[in-house]
């Protein structure tokens, strides 16, 4: 840029553009002449908000610097998902590659191994339900979530991450457990009998959450499960657990907890870790 | 203000006992916790962290009560943390993992959130790698982005787990820079087992072993307790409780000497190592 020009901008064109007011056409010829011209650019300055252009300049910073929303993260955007709770669930331990595809893994060969044998198909419903509950409580362990100890010291509210990271968990598991109970025997309707389980047994452990941490909540749940569950539906009672009373009693359960994790959600803290 | 008070500190793990009775008081500057592996330190960092609850005696951080709720939250608003074995999620950019923490420090105004972690960045010496993958950096540099995320929303009180371990001396000196300028006007308790960092950084220290605080004062105090009692000699002396031969080829002996023994001004080091070194010598808290 040149200090000055043979010319200078009238103090009527100088207000318009300052103020936005000019013509296309003016606003371009102004700004020509501005790259050029230190009088000019002076005589702008005090008609221009600094608080503005302050503004102005940090968004373009903003823009610059900021990272780029990858995958999960755009697709989120997109569902409506806010940023900063985008970034959250992009963090989500269990929701890395390796671990969904070992869930998928497991599932899709109990749901093959159904197709021979009925029993299989029984131990596909007990078992169904421990991928999205494994899920949440990996979430949080330690092993795992490689930032959990910094996590742990931050202010963030413990139900709002818990609710986040369950959510999406859900999410992403609770698909493709539905897409490997497709590849079940027998009816439709046995192919989703362990969704509401599923729901009462995930809300059941985020309640005992403010008792106990995530790992042994979920633990403590799915075992409970299994220990009911497990020798009626392995013997052929599925209605015990899968019919439409228990179908009820798993809604109940699931409403019962979501209720209660409402209710206290101001005055529980939840033990997301060994905490102070 | 005295930033973090611990009083009669004791916690156990099944039957290991990590902490016995500690006592430690830490205002502005730089306070270390010194000591073996295994003492104790990380323990009691955690639990100035607000990670992990004392079985008995107080701590109170910032004039608040880490075991009350509300006051927890508080307390973790202006609390900066370096844990000893900070993890990363490696997929995220440096810029990325630091804005995911500040997320977590509930900073919310995305554009101000932004600028916030692009200070700590530029203070962390990071600018350069700002878009770059965790995974792509050096130990060093993680240890950097470490530092960096416990330095957002510029906390009163910054709790660093051996903030130098496996940084190589370039970065050790840099991190001290940093440390120390971090140490202005803020609260820093840190440990390491690495004597010159602690000479020089802290203002204070404590030195931790076996789960009790065997020393604490300046570093002065305790470097003066060895006074007297490190000597040069032409060979090994039998009555040193440590000795090893300096690049003047030369003995340096410290432990009782003996008449006529040719004593030099002693070093942190030294101090240590007489705290260290057995039941006879141990110096009673002050």
Redesign the interface.
């Known amino acids: 840029m040149t200090g000055t020009t043979g010319w200078h901008l009238d103090p009527e064109a100088i207000r318009r553009y300052a103020q936005g007011a000019a013509p296309p056409d003016l606003a371009a010829s102004a700004e020509a002449h501005l790259m050029k011209c230190a009088a000019c650019r002076g005589a702008i300055a005090s008609h221009v908000d600094a608080r503005r252009v302050e503004s102005i300049w ?2 373009v ?2 823009r610059v ?3 780029r929303r990858r995958g999960p993260e755009r697709l989120l955007a997109r569902l409506g998902v806010g ?2 709770t985008a ?2 669930v992009a ?1 989500t331990p269990t929701l890395r590659v390796p671990w969904l595809l070992a869930v998928a893994g497991v599932l899709v060969l109990a749901a093959l191994a159904a197709q021979v044998d009925e029993r299989f198909l029984r131990m596909f419903l007990v078992v169904a339900p421990l991928g999205p509950l494994a899920g949440v409580a990996v979430a949080f362990a330690g092993g795992v ?12 509210s413990g139900l709002r ?1 818990l609710l986040i990271r369950t959510a999406a968990v859900l999410a992403v598991t609770v698909p493709i457990v539905a897409a490997a109970g497709l590849a079940l025997p027998g009816s439709s309707r046995l192919a989703a009998a362990w969704l509401l389980p599923t729901a009462g047994l995930t809300c059941a452990a985020l309640a005992l959450t403010a008792r106990t941490t995530p790992v042994v909540a979920v633990g403590a749940v799915a075992s409970a499960w299994v220990l009911l569950t497990a020798p009626a539906t392995l013997a052929g009672h599925l209605d015990l657990a899968f019919g439409a009373v228990a179908q009820a009693v798993w809604l109940a359960v699931a409403v019962a907890g979501g209720t209660w994790l409402a209710v206290t959600r101001d005055t529980v ?1 939840l033990n997301l ?4 | 203000m005295t930033a973090v008070r611990v009083q009669g500190v004791t916690k156990s793990f099944g039957r290991t006992t990590a902490l016995d009775g500690v006592d430690l008081d830490a205002g502005p500057g730089v306070t270390g916790l010194l000591g073996p592996n295994g003492a104790g330190k990380t323990t009691l960092l ?2 100035i ?5 004392p079985d008995q005696g107080t ?1 109170t951080l910032l004039g608040r009560d ?2 009350r ?1 509300e006051d ?3 307390i ?2 202006h ?1 900066g ?1 370096l ?1 000893q ?6 997929g ?2 440096v ?2 993992f630091v ?3 500040a ?4 900073l ?1 105004d ?2 101000a959130r ?2 916030e972690v ?1 200070r700590v960045i530029t203070l962390a010496g990071l600018e350069s790698v ?2 770059k993958r965790i995974r792509a950096l050096s130990g060093g540099m993680r240890r950097r982005v470490g530092l960096a ?1 416990a330095l957002l929303g510029d906390p009163d009180l910054l ?1 660093l787990d051996e903030p130098t371990v496996g940084l190589d001396p370039e970065q050790r000196l840099r991190f001290r820079e940093m440390i120390s300028q971090a140490g202005e006007g803020r609260t820093v308790v840190l440990s390491s087992h690495q004597t010159e960092d602690i000479t020089a950084l802290c203002t204070r220290i404590a030195v931790i072993h076996q789960g009790r605080a065997r020393f604490t004062g300046t570093p002065a105090e305790l470097t003066a307790r060895a006074e007297g009692r490190v000597w040069t000699d032409a060979r090994r002396s039998p009555a040193a409780l440590a000795a090893w031969r300096t690049g003047e080829g030369s003995y340096r002996n410290v432990g009782d000497p003996p008449p006529g023994a040719e004593l030099i001004p002693p070093t942190l080091e030294d101090a240590y190592l007489l705290l260290m070194g057995g039941s006879e010598l141990e110096v009673t808290p002050s």
């Open positions: 940090q968004e910073a903003d610097d900021a990272p940023e900063a970034r959250l963090a979530d490689p930032t959990r100890e910094i996590g742990l010291a931050a202010p963030y991450l803290t870790g060994r905490s102070a | 955690r639990m962290a607000t990670v992990l609850a701590v880490p075991s709720s927890r939250t508080r973790r608003e609390l943390y844990p074995d900070a993890g990363f999620h490696r995220f950019t810029f990325e804005d995911y923490v997320i977590l420090k509930e919310t995305r554009r932004h600028d692009r700002s878009a995320q709790v």
